[in-house]
């Protein structure tokens, strides 16, 4: 029977108004072959803020006056838990310089053009003091190039982050612009077999774009509200629909540790729970997972050539 538990794949974009990208004609077929939650949040803006949230429980910083400055976090964090646990990960970085950069930006690193470059506010790993000043574990965030290597030597980890840069992510472009980067980068490696198996993939957004500062008194609960922001889980184990559950980066969070057994960091994803997410039976034969994954790159095949 084939037990192995899926591994997670997160790429993280910008300003993503749920309305907005469904709107989009890439977009709005790759829907139908995941499970969107049409109720998902950010914390609030600016960027950097939900990148924390994401990798460590909490924003870290005045709620009224959240930055995105060079601020260098003594916190513990998702990376040590995985670490604990023995499960591996990365987090990919379009444009990153490597070597342990922790410099505001790059603007000559593999860029195309001019809005094309890594940004540390963008990056969920590089505030950490005990990623940042570890060589062996700053070593882990590299530049995204990598991922095609690591696809091809099967050398994927079981945790991945992916941040596009500021161009591809939407940040100094637009959701028409995203969506086209999701059909020419992504649309390619959703068809490839040994990126998708027994791999579940959430695209999500920092927050909505709408500058819409929250306020309120319990700080985990200080969270975007208005314009949910694109969040789509995508897999072949992963059942097509919809949750249309209130969540926010603080239950994905959740959704990481629990999913790998984690534990929890005891800020603001203790107080939030997991996702629920609508899987396929786990329990199959090794053949029956492979026509699963057939089924599912031929179906996206078939959107692909739809769009």
């Not at 003594?74 to 040590?80: G, L, V």
């Not at 590089?126 to 940042?132: E, L, Q, T, V």
Request: glycine share 6%; proline share 5%; net charge negative.
């Amino acid at each position: 029977m084939s037990s192995e538990k899926d591994s997670l794949f997160i790429i993280i974009l910008e300003n993503g108004n749920l309305n907005d990208l469904l709107a989009q004609a890439f977009v709005q077929k790759l829907t139908t072959m995941g499970y969107l939650l049409s109720n998902y949040h950010g914390i609030q803006p600016p960027s950097q803020v939900n990148y924390w949230a994401l990798s460590a429980g909490s924003i870290f910083s005045d709620y009224t006056k959240p930055t995105n400055e060079n601020i260098n976090l003594r916190a513990s964090n998702i990376y040590d838990l995985l670490d604990k646990k023995g499960i591996s990960w990365k987090v990919y970085m379009e444009n990153y310089p490597g070597a342990c950069f922790s410099g505001a930006n790059s603007k000559t690193h593999g860029m195309i053009n001019k809005n094309s470059f890594y940004v540390r506010k963008h990056n969920p790993a590089i505030s950490f003091d005990n990623i940042r000043k570890d060589p062996l574990r700053c070593q882990k965030i590299v530049d995204a190039k990598d991922l095609l290597k690591d696809i091809i030597m099967q050398d994927l980890p079981q945790f991945a982050f992916y941040t596009p840069n500021n161009m591809n992510n939407g940040h100094d472009t637009n959701p028409e612009f995203t969506d086209d980067y999701l059909f020419r980068h992504w649309g390619p490696l959703f068809l490839d077999s040994r990126f998708m198996r027994n791999r579940t993939v959430i695209i999500t957004y920092d927050e909505n774009g709408d500058f819409e500062v929250p306020s309120g008194t319990n700080t985990c609960n200080i969270v975007q509200r208005e314009n949910p922001i694109y969040t789509l889980i995508l897999g072949p184990n992963v059942e097509v629909g919809e949750n249309d559950e209130f969540y926010t980066h603080y239950n994905l969070l959740r959704t990481i540790e629990d999913h790998f057994d984690l534990g929890t960091l005891g800020r603001c994803d203790a107080q939030s729970k997991s996702i629920e997410i609508n899987r396929k039976d786990p329990n199959i034969t090794y053949d029956e997972e492979f026509l699963r994954l057939d089924n599912f790159t031929r179906d996206m095949e078939d959107i692909i050539l739809s769009v």
